[in-house]
């Protein structure tokens, strides 16, 4: 009887926004760089969730596609990201995103 | 069987993102984030897009939390963050109002509008297909037609990225060099 109950999209598409949303939270409640980094990756993932799971149900690859391109772009975005905390960091020993207000003006 | 599946991969996909959002350690972190990027690759598995759950274990796990975790040693950043502190006042319930808020309105959207989910795009028909690397071919055939100049881009892009990183990590040792 349990076999019976197919996950349909509707399911997946509702752990994608839970997953956004955890990101969103993460981003805004940690001070770690780093961390905040993690929790961007988290939202693309809920991105490329949704995207594939409407390019299932919707019968049509480009949604798998923009996937791709996502994956890519954000591979590029890492790596600039990590080379700029990187020399932050090389600078200010254990800077936390609060201390970064050196451009306040 | 697929109930399973789902029950299975949803839990390391939440599991790994609250992970992430409250170790305090941010090893553990990247590794409840590697819990994460699995669980979604077997969602993409479960539905079907092989190439992308490939891509998504070798890119994500394999190269960008290595990438982190490569950072975190060279940084010494490993100790461990007082998150019991809340710098700013009431920082943590907006930050939960605003979280909940967004998870709450497109979890509504996607409900209300269940019914336009079988709408049938426009795109390269992934059921015509019944061949064993269906998922590949169309994928490819797609990228290296129409979205070919997006991919020749994303090449540039890729180079950008990766000239910008090296310059931006030797600016200290020319600096030193031009003294």
Known sequence: MLSAIQPTST??????????????????????PLVMFMCIELMLNAVNLTFVTLSKSMADINGQVAVFFVMVVAAAEVVVGLG?????????????????????? | M???????????????AIGVITRSNPVHAALSLVLTLFGVAVMFVSHEAHFLAAVQVIVYAGAIVVL???????????RTEDI???PITAQRPLAAIVGLGVS?????AIISSRS??????????QTTVEAADANIRQLARSIFSNNVFAFEVTSVLLLVAVIGTVLMARRIKLREAGK
């Open chain 2, 116 to 125: 336009a989910l079988s709408v049938t795009g426009d795109g390269i028909d």
């Open chain 1, 84 to 105: 700029i905390i990187v020399s932050i960091m090389r600078r200010r020993t254990g800077a936390t995103a609060d201390d970064l207000s050196a451009l306040k003006g």
């Open chain 1, 11 to 32: 399911w997946y598409l509702v752990i994608a926004a839970v997953l956004f949303g955890i990101g969103t939270l993460g981003v805004m409640v940690r001070r770690n």
């Open chain 2, 84 to 86: 019991s502190i809340e």
């Open chain 2, 68 to 78: 982190f975790l490569f950072v975190i040693m060279l940084l010494g950043v490993d």
């Open chain 2, 2 to 16: 697929e109930l399973i599946v789902f029950v299975l991969a949803a839990a390391m996909v939440l599991g790994g």
């Open chain 2, 104 to 108: 709450g309105i497109v979890i509504a």
